[in-house]
C-alpha cells in the first residue's frame, strides 16, 4: 500500500465573513496549503462542501480551485457527506494516491452559512436527515436529536448539564489560544449552565454555531515528516428509531475501530485528538466510542480534566466545533490544520512531551457518516 | 494496476414520476444492479447527484442506501461534479477499487427534478456556473451558452440549424426503441426545426429535459466479461470567458485524449459510444473533440448518418440526454447502462457486429468537467 504524507495544511480565520464569497475563502485556505507544500504539481482536486448548492447556489467548486489557482485540466469533484463532507473528500484524496493515479492531490473544504438565516441553514442542514423518516417529518433538528442523547445519557449514568457544560468551557478555554477560532471570548462554568437553552438540557454554549471558513491539506506521496497512518470511514443508521442503543453510535465506534487496526495502533497510544463535537454530547460519546474511556465513563474522565490540552488525552486543542466553529465542509480538514501543527509542535494549545500519533475524528448526520484519520510524525 | 469490471447495471425508467421518492427510484436501480451482480458483499458505496440538497432537501444519500440496503457499516459518500456526477461518481469507484481499499463498489446517480419549477431548477442549474463570474451576474443559462457556440459553429462551418435537429432527430428515433427512455413519441424534422425556440438556435428539441430517474452499476476487481478499460477525467474553464476557441471544450478533448492513452486504442477502435448531449450542439463538439471527426466537420457526418445505429460510430443509441432524458445525477451512470447491453447484445437499438469497445462521456457545467469511461467486451 502506497504511503501518503502531509505536505501543506491551510486555513482561514473562522466566524462571519459576509463581505468575502465562498470562493474567496476556499481559495485562501487553498493557497496556503499549497505554498506550504512548495507549489507542487497538483494531480487532482477533492473540495468537502455541504450546502453550497443549497444556500449559496454554487457547485462545481472542485472545477473552481483548479481553473483560479492555474493547476491545469486535471480531476476535480465535490464531496458531500453532510458534516463529514471535509474528511470524507481527504479519504478520496488517500484512496486516489493509493490507486496510483495521482501522485499529489489538493483537498479542501469550505462553508458559507451566515449570509442565510438561522430557518435557512436549519432547513438546509435537515437535508442530512432522510426526508422519509418519521423523525424528519415530526420535526427532529439535530439539537433535538443530541438532546435526546444527552437526557439519556443522565439518565444511564451518573453525570448531568455540568459535564456538557464542562466539555463546553475546556473547548472555549482552547479556542481562546487559537488565533483562527470563531469564539475567543472568555466564558465561565456558570455562564454556560446559564446560557439559553436550545433543547433541554443543551444550552447555547453545547451546540455548534453557524461559521463561514475553509481548510485545505496537500497530501503526497512523496516522504514529508507527517504521515497518513491509517484512513477509515463507517456509515451507520440514518435514524434515531434504528438504534440499538441511543448511547452509542456505530459509525464512530467502527471507524475508530478500523482507523486502529489499520494502523496497527490502540486508543491508547493517541497523543492529541480532535473530536466532532458538534454538540457537547457528542464529544461527551465519541470520546467513549473511540475506545479513550469506558463506556458511560466519559464524563468521569472530563470531570478528572483528562481531555484537557495538560492532561493525559488532550481533545479538541484546536476549540473544536463549539469554539473553533463548524463550517460544515472545512471541518473535518480543519482538525487536521490543528493536529498537523500539534505534530511539528507549532499548535496553539500545544501538547508537551512531542506527540507523535494523532487522531482526528469527523461525523456526519446524526451518525450516518463517521470518518477516523490516524497521523503520525516520522 | 488492478483490473475493474462491470458486475452488474440498474436503471429506473426516466421521466416524470411525482409519486415517487428520490429514495424509492435511487434503491430501485441499486436493487437491480445488485441482483444483476449476485448480491455480492459490498464494500463501499458512492452516489452521484447534482441538486438533492438544494430542490429536495435531501443529502446523505451514501448512507441511506448502505443503510436501506443492509450493506452494513461501509463507507459511502455523494459526489458532486454538476451534471458529471455521476460518470466521475463511477470514476470514485474504480479509483477506491484500484486502490486495494475495496474489491467491490456500488456506485449509484439519480436525480429527482420533476416535482420542481422550471424556474427553481433553472436556479438549482445555474449553480454549475461560477456565481462570480460577469456571465453569471448577466445572466447568461446554459442554453445561452451553448446557443452561443451553435451560433459560432454555424458562423465558421457550412453547418445550420438543420444539422442540430437531425442530432435531435436521430436521438429520438432511438429513445422510441428504449423502454427505459423519457421520450419515445414519433418526432419528424420539421416538426423539431419549428418547435417552441428556447435560445436562439435552439428550439425545444435541441435541449435536454427535467428527469426523475436513478441508474447504477456494481464494479469489481473480480473477472467478468464487461471490463472498465479505462477512466479518465479533466477539468476546463468555468466561464465561456476563458475559452480560447468558443469551438473546443478542453475537458471533453483532455479527458477523451487520457482516456484513449490509457487503453492503448484510438477512436477509430471504438464501436459504440455514449455522449453527454445535453444541447444538440454538445453532440456535435463532443463527436469532434473525441476525435470521432475532424474538427469543424461533425455536421458532415451528421448529414451522412454516420452517428446513427447503422452507422460506423453510433452514437447515443439509448436516446441520449435529449430523448433517454437527463436526471442529472443519474446520466453518466445510464450511459454506462446503455454500453454495457450493447457489449452484451442485449441493449436496445443493438449494434452489429459484436461491439467490443464502448465509449461514455459526461460532461459537467459548461465545460468545468468531463469524464470519459472505455468499457471493453472481455
Known amino acids: ?28 485556505a487553498c493557497i496556503q496549503a499549497l505554498n506550504e507544500a512548495g507549489n507542487p504539481k497538483v494531480d487532482a482536486v477533492y473540495v468537502g462542501n455541504f450546502m453550497g448548492g443549497s444556500i449559496y447556489n454554487q457547485e462545481i467548486l472542485g472545477a473552481i480551485v483548479a481553473n483560479e489557482l492555474g493547476l491545469g485540466f486535471i480531476p476535480t469533484a465535490k464531496v458531500e457527506g453532510a458534516c463529514a463532507s471535509g474528511g470524507i473528500a481527504v479519504r478520496q484524496g488517500v484512496l486516489g494516491i493509493q490507486s496510483g493515479e495521482y501522485e499529489t492531490v489538493l483537498v479542501a473544504g469550505v462553508e458559507k452559512m451566515k449570509h442565510a438565516s438561522t430557518a435557512d441553514v436549519t432547513q438546509a442542514i435537515n437535508a442530512a436527515m432522510d426526508n422519509d423518516s418519521n423523525e424528519k417529518r415530526a420535526g427532529l433538528t439535530f439539537p433535538g436529536f443530541f438532546g435526546v442523547l444527552a437526557n439519556r445519557y443522565f439518565y444511564e449514568t451518573g453525570a448531568s448539564k455540568k459535564h456538557l457544560a464542562m466539555v463546553a468551557l475546556k473547548n472555549r478555554e482552547n479556542a481562546m489560544q487559537n488565533p483562527l477560532a470563531q469564539f475567543r471570548k472568555p466564558a465561565t462554568l456558570e455562564e454556560i449552565m446559564e446560557a439559553r437553552m436550545i433543547t433541554n438540557p443543551l444550552g447555547l454554549f453545547d451546540c455548534s454555531p453557524m461559521t463561514d471558513g475553509a481548510a485545505a491539506i496537500v ?3 512523496k516522504k514529508s515528516p507527517v504521515h497518513v497512518r491509517s484512513s477509515a470511514q463507517s456509515s451507520g443508521p440514518t435514524q434515531m428509531q434504528d438504534a440499538d442503543d441511543l448511547l452509542s453510535i456505530p459509525a464512530i465506534k467502527e471507524s ?12 491508547e497510544d493517541i497523543d492529541v485528538v480532535e473530536i466532532h463535537d458538534c454538540f457537547s454530547m457528542t464529544e461527551m460519546l465519541a470520546i467513549e466510542e473511540l475506545g479513550f474511556f469506558a463506556k458511560r465513563e466519559g464524563w468521569k474522565a472530563i470531570e478528572e480534566g483528562r481531555t484537557k490540552v495538560i492532561g493525559d488525552k488532550p481533545v479538541n486543542t484546536s476549540g473544536g466545533l463549539l469554539s473553533r466553529g ?36 469527523n461525523l456526519g448526520g446524526t451518525g450516518s457518516y463517521s470518518v477516523v484519520h490516524i497521523l503520525e510524525r516520522v
Not at 256 to 267: D, F, H, I, S
Open 326 to 361: 463548524h463550517p460544515i465542509g472545512a471541518t473535518g480538514i480543519s482538525q487536521l490544520y490543528q493536529l498537523v501543527h500539534q505534530l511539528r509542535g507549532t499548535a496553539p494549545n500545544q501538547v508537551e512531551g512531542n506527540p507523535r500519533l494523532a487522531l482526528a475524528q
Open 1 to 28: 500500500m502506497t504511503n501518503v504524507y502531509v505536505h501543506g495544511v491551510g486555513m482561514t480565520q473562522f466566524g462571519t465573513f459576509v463581505d468575502r464569497t465562498m470562493k474567496d475563502l476556499l481559495l485562501d
Open 219 to 221: 497530501l503526497s506521496s
Open 256 to 267: 475508530g475501530r478500523l482507523a486502529y487496526e489499520k494502523a496497527g495502533v490502540g486508543p
